[in-house]
C-alpha cells in the first residue's frame, strides 16, 4: 500500500497515512501530487525560505515500475527564484528507491532548530543530527554518508548554496555511479531545503519492492515494446547525449550567444556534442550512460580530464549553451569544470550561466573569459560578494550591477533556446507557471505532440500558442507519471501511458480521460500562482520585444501578446 510521509522538522514528529482506493490523492502523482498539496496546504503567499512553506518529494504513478525511463522524480515547493509554484525534475538512484518502499510523497513541514539528515531505510524513518555534515559540498557529503550508511544508498542532498539560501539552488540526487551529478536544478528549492535545516534525505535499498500490478502481463506488454522502441530509435541520442542538438540549434539561429544577442556561435563546433565525444573517447571517458535505473536512452556521459580525474558526470546542453554560447566560452573542458563546480556546490547551471552573462554586461568580466567564471564560482566558499550575489540568480546580479540585460521570465533565467527561432518555445516560457523553463513545454526542432496537426515553421507565429498547450499538457502527464519527458510528450505515448495506468492500478482510463486530467493538472500550477499575485501569462525581457538577431536581422519576437493571453481560455 502506498503512503504519504508527513515530517514537522521543527517538532521531529513523524506521521505516515496510507493512500488507499478512494484517496483524495488517488490519481496524483509526482508533479500533479506536488501542486495539488502546495495547492491545498500552503498559503500562496507565504514566503517561500520561512517555516511556513513546504517541500515536497512526490513520487510518480508510474515510478520505478517496468515504464521505460520512470526513474524520475519530483519535487516542489514555492520558488524563492520566482515567487510562484515549482517543480524540478530529477533522476538518479534515490527516486527509483524511494518508490519502491511504497512512498508516495514527503511532506516537509516547518523548520529544524539544528541540522538534519532524514534516513528510510523499509518501515523505519528517523531524523538524524547531521551538524557533522555542515559544510560540506555534495561530492564530499556523498562519500562521507556512503561510508557511513552503505555504498547501495540513494541521496538526495544541497552543497553550501542550499545552506546559504541562494536563490539558484538545486537539489543533488546521486546517480548510478555513486556522483552527486543528477539535479533538481530549477526555481532553487535547494534554497528552501536549506531554510528547513535539512542537508540530506538518505535511502537504503527496501528489503521488498513494494510496487504492485493489477495486471503485470498486461504492464509488461506495452512496456518492453516501447522501451526497445526508444533503445533502437535513440541510438544517436545514446551516443552524442543532449548536446547532440547544439549544432541544430546553432544552424537554425536559436542558440543562446553573448547573452542573447545573436542566435548563432562561431565556434559551435568546438562545445557540440560530436566535440564533446571526441574529448570522451580521448580521456577514456564514457557514454550512453543512464541517469537512472530503467533508462532506455542512455543520453548520459562521464568526463575524465587526461590524468584520468573525473570532472563531471553528464555534461548536457543547457549547461553548455548557457556557460558556452552564451558567454562567448569555447573549450569543453572549462564548461566541464564549471558544470562539477556547480554540482558541487548546489547551483542551477542555467541560472548560472545567465547571471555569469551580467557580469560579463557590467566588465567584472570579459567575454569568454572560463577562468574569470571558474574563479567566481569557486569564491561562493569564501563568501566573496560578488559570488554570493551570483548565486541568487541572474536578476539579483541584474538589480545589484544595475543592469537591464537580464534574460529571465519570473525572475528565472532563459534556457538554451532564443524565444525569436523558438517560437513555441517562447509561448511556454510566457504561459508556464514555471516560468522560463524548457522542461515545462519544450517546443524545439521536430517536437510535434499530434502529428495530424500543422504547426507551421519553427520561427513562424502560426499555431504556437496551440503547440505550446498541447506539449505542456503532455510533460506534466509525463512529470506526474515519473518518465522522462524524452521519451516524448506526444499523443500516440498518452494512449500507451494510460493503458499502463490501467494495468497497473485497475483503472479504467481512456487516451482522452489522462489528456483532460493534465489539463486539471496544469491549471492547479496556474490557480497556485494566481493566488500568489502572479499574471497567468507574462512577457519577455524588453530587449527581446526591441531587439532583432545580430545574425539575422529579420527575425523577432512577432507573437501578439493577446494571443499570448488567449493560452488558458483556450485550455
Excluded at 119 to 127: A, T
Excluded at 526 to 543: I, K, W
Aim: aromatic share 8%; proline share 4%.
Amino acid at each position: 500500500m502506498s503512503k504519504i510521509v508527513r515530517i514537522n522538522l521543527g517538532t521531529k514528529e513523524i506521521k505516515i497515512e496510507p493512500v488507499e482506493k478512494g484517496h483524495s490523492y488517488e490519481f496524483y502523482g509526482g508533479r500533479s501530487l506536488s501542486a495539488i498539496i502546495l495547492l491545498d496546504e500552503v498559503d500562496p503567499k507565504v514566503d517561500p525560505l520561512s517555516r511556513d512553506n513546504k517541500l515536497i518529494f512526490a513520487s510518480g504513478l508510474l515510478g520505478a515500475t517496468f515504464a521505460p525511463n520512470s526513474g524520475r522524480f519530483s519535487i516542489g515547493s514555492k520558488s524563492p527564484l520566482t515567487g510562484g509554484i515549482k517543480e524540478a525534475n530529477v533522476g538518479g538512484l534515490a527516486p527509483t528507491l524511494l518508490c519502491r518502499t511504497g512512498i508516495k510523497a514527503i511532506i516537509f513541514e516547518g523548520k529544524a532548530s539544528n541540522w538534519q539528515l532524514l534516513k528510510i531505510e523499509d518501515d523505519k524513518i528517523e531524523l538524524i543530527d547531521a551538524n557533522p555534515y555542515v559544510g560540506m559540498n555534495n561530492y564530499e557529503l556523498d562519500l562521507q554518508l556512503s561510508k557511513r550508511f552503505g555504498s547501495k544508498i540513494g541521496v538526495f542532498s544541497i552543497g553550501i548554496a542550499g545552506e546559504k539560501q541562494m536563490r539558484a539552488a538545486s537539489i543533488a540526487s546521486m546517480d548510478l555511479e555513486g556522483y552527486p551529478s543528477r539535479h533538481a536544478g530549477r526555481g532553487g528549492l535547494g534554497a528552501v531545503m536549506g531554510s528547513k535545516k535539512l542537508k540530506a534525505v538518505i535511502i537504503v535499498p527496501p528489503k521488498v519492492n513494494q510496487i504492485k500490478y493489477h495486471d503485470k502481463k498486461s504492464f509488461q506488454q506495452v512496456a518492453l515494446k516501447w522501451g526497445k522502441n526508444l533503445q533502437e530509435s535513440k541510438k544517436t541520442f545514446s551516443k552524442f547525449g543532449t548536446l547532440i542538438g547544439l549544432m541544430g540549434m546553432n544552424s537554425v539561429h536559436g542558440l543562446p550567444t553573448k547573452n542573447f544577442r545573436s542566435g548563432s556561435f562561431k565556434d559551435a563546433d568546438k562545445i557540440s556534442g560530436e566535440a564533446l565525444h571526441e574529448y570522451l573517447l580521448k580521456n577514456n571517458g564514457k557514454y550512453g550512460v543512464s541517469c537512472s535505473p530503467g533508462c532506455m536512452i542512455r543520453c548520459s556521459n562521464i568526463v575524465f580530464d587526461k590524468e584520468g580525474n573525473h570532472i563531471t558526470s553528464s555534461l548536457e546542453y543547457e549547461t553548455v549553451a548557457l556557460n558556452g554560447s552564451n558567454l562567448l566560452i569555447n573549450d569543453i573542458e572549462k564548461l566541464a569544470i564549471i558544470d562539477h563546480i556547480c554540482d558541487d556546490f548546489g547551483l542551477d547551471t542555467i541560472e548560472v550561466g545567465n547571471a555569469l552573462a551580467v557580469f560579463m554586461e557590467a566588465g567584472i568580466i570579459k567575454w569568454g573569459d572560463a577562468d574569470g567564471c571558474i574563479a567566481l564560482l569557486k569564491e561562493i566558499k569564501n563568501d566573496n560578494k560578488n559570488s554570493l550575489i551570483l548565486g541568487n540568480g541572474a536578476v539579483e546580479v541584474g538589480s545589484v550591477l544595475n543592469i537591464s540585460r537580464v534574460a529571465h521570465v519570473k525572475g528565472q533565467g532563459l534556457p538554451g533556446y532564443d524565444p525569436r527561432t523558438f517560437k513555441g518555445m517562447g509561448v511556454t516560457y510566457l504561459t508556464s507557471p514555471m516560468g522560463a523553463d524548457h522542461t515545462a513545454g519544450a517546443a524545439i526542432i521536430n517536437r510535434t505532440p499530434d502529428s495530424d496537426l500543422d504547426y507551421g515553421k519553427l520561427h513562424t507565429p502560426k499555431n504556437k500558442v496551440e503547440l505550446s498547450k498541447r506539449l505542456q499538457v503532455f510533460t506534466m502527464i509525463l512529470d506526474s507519471m515519473g518518465q522522462c519527458y524524452f521519451v516524448g510528450p506526444n499523443i500516440e505515448n498518452m494512449s500507451k501511458l494510460a493503458k499502463m495506468l490501467n494495468a497497473r492500478y485497475g483503472w479504467n482510463l481512456k487516451t482522452e480521460d489522462l489528456v483532460e486530467l493534465g489539463q486539471k493538472w496544469l491549471k492547479i500550477d496556474r490557480d497556485f500562482n494566481v493566488a500568489a499575485g502572479l499574471d497567468a501569462t507574462d512577457y519577455l525581457p524588453s530587449f527581446m520585444l526591441k531587439e532583432n538577431l545580430i545574425d539575422l536581422p529579420d527575425r523577432l519576437w512577432d507573437i501578439e501578446q493577446d494571443e499570448i493571453s488567449s493560452f488558458w481560455k483556450k485550455l
